[in-house]
């Protein structure tokens, strides 16, 4: 339970017609600050991308849980990368326009943070954005983030160019964890 009402899953490949539908509803919104691929506009598209996630995941790497408001599918929370090698992973975030406000994908992303340093013990989590990204930002921010820098011209979106933003928390700065104790 992430609120009074709200809970998060693994988006599965059984959920491609959800999924498909919740894109209908997120894509004008997630568009301009999402991976190109990630935006899709057909159920066999949808489908596509969690299998991707499904592989990925069975092969311990990365991986996608969705925001159910009730029995809604309202966004979801990712890792776009784990490497459990290196102890390094990359967190992600999307939510449709009605669902935001409320700090669901800001506790959502403190599970994954939480699942990743205390129980897999990873070291290192990343959040990428573009650095005109607020919303986004101002997540980093809520979860502890810092700010590493700024990846130049590392984005391109309807034929223009922006930056990227990259933060990161340590284990040693995540409460829960062993290190951050
Ligand atoms: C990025 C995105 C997920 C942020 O959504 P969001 O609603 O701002 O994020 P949260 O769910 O964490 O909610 C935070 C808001 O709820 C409020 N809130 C209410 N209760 C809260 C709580 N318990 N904890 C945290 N925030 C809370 C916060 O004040 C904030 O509102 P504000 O911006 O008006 O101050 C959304 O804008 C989006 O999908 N954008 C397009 C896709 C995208 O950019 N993805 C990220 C790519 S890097």
Known sequence: MIADGVELHPLEVWHAVEFAAHLERAREQIRPWVGPTFVTDTVD???????RYADASAADGARMYGIWDGESLV???????????????????????GAEGRGVVTRSGAALLDWAFVTRGMVRAKWHC?????????????????SDGVLRSSWVY???RYDKQVFSLLHTEWPGSDAGR
């Open 130 to 146: 573009r650095t005109d990204n607020d919303r986004s930002i101002a997540i980093a921010h809520r979860l502890g983030m810092h």
């Open 45 to 51: 598209g949808a489908r596509a991308t969690l299998r």
């Open 158 to 160: 309807d034929g223009r």
């Open 75 to 97: 966004g979801g929370v990712m890792f776009v990368t784990f490497d459990a090698a290196w102890g390094i992973c990359e967190v992600g975030c999307w939510l449709e326009p």
